[in-house]
């Protein structure tokens, strides 16, 4: 997902680099407290939803992404990749992914059959590209680069990534949207809808990030060595971040201006 090492602090780019690691770290803290807070309200009876976007969370925050940066996969050598850490990585990014289009389909279109057929097709691709691209690494020579040789599995894994959070981005906006207008009622919370609302946010925004990763792969630069690509991970990142924080572990100041009966007509 991320792309940053140390190679990278060379000609000048140390504010760049800098900014990238604090959206770094605030993207593991902030999902890893949403994944884990999450968990824990599954096994307090949230149910199957709470479940799996708890394990979305957490498995993308504190396994997919930061061994994947560890592993070099996609900006070192094939020999000087980590593979066990860069399949580990791919795994748990798989699953994460997977859950939460999980997640979308039992909480948004539990009863479409074109959402379960295509949460299932986009989970197989997700999981015949992360196979490749283990074995493209594995069997390249030894000063190939990794970027290379598994460029156009990457493309198609971040491609399902971008169904899976575009998919995110429009179920929360479309729920938000229907809610205003039952708020104008009175007949739902405003702090529920603006849930609804930062978590099309966090879809929209997670989605415009992966497009770009996308494009900036399928030009032929290695994202881990792009300006643009760095700079849309941490401002992008950012904004996913403070969304999902929002969401879910909102300030009182926050919640009390989302209830004033001026704001809510």
């Known amino acids: ?38 968990l824990w309200l599954a096994k307090s009876g949230g149910g199957r939803p709470a479940l799996l976007c708890g394990n979305g969370f957490c498995l993308i925050a504190i396994l997919g992404f930061p061994l994947g940066v560890l592993s070099g996969q996609g900006s070192e050598p094939a020999a000087e990749v980590l593979l066990p850490l860069a399949a580990v990585s791919l795994l748990a990014n798989l699953l994460g992914i997977s859950s939460f289009f999980l997640f979308t389909v039992a909480v948004f279109r ?35 680069s990794s970027f290379a040789v598994t460029r156009g599995w990457s493309g198609t894994f971040d491609a399902m990534c971008v169904l899976c959070f575009g998919w995110i981005g429009f179920e929360g906006f479309r729920e938000w949207w229907i809610s205003r207008r039952r708020l104008a009622l009175g007949l739902s919370d405003p702090v529920a809808s603006n849930r609804l609302l930062m978590w099309g946010v966090f879809g929209i925004s997670t989605t415009l990030m992966y497009l770009v990763l996308l494009g900036v792969l ?38 009390a201006r989302l209830r004033r009966p001026t704001l809510a007509a």
């Open 1 to 38: 997902m991320f792309g940053l090492r140390g190679s990278d602090t060379a000609g000048g780019r140390e504010p760049v680099i800098a900014l990238v690691a604090v959206a770094m770290l605030l993207f593991v803290v902030t999902c890893s407290a949403v994944g884990i807070r999450l």
């Open 218 to 255: 399928l030009s032929g630069t290695p994202t881990a060595t792009s300006v643009l690509a760095q700079l849309s991970q941490a401002l992008f990142g950012l904004l996913s971040s403070g969304a999902v924080a929002l969401a879910f572990f909102p300030p009182p100041a926050y919640l």
């Open 110 to 144: 539990p009863s479409a059959l074109w959402a379960h057929t295509l949460a299932g097709a986009a989970i197989a691709c997700m999981g015949m590209a992360a196979i490749a691209i283990v074995a493209a690494i594995a069997l390249a020579p030894p000063t190939a």
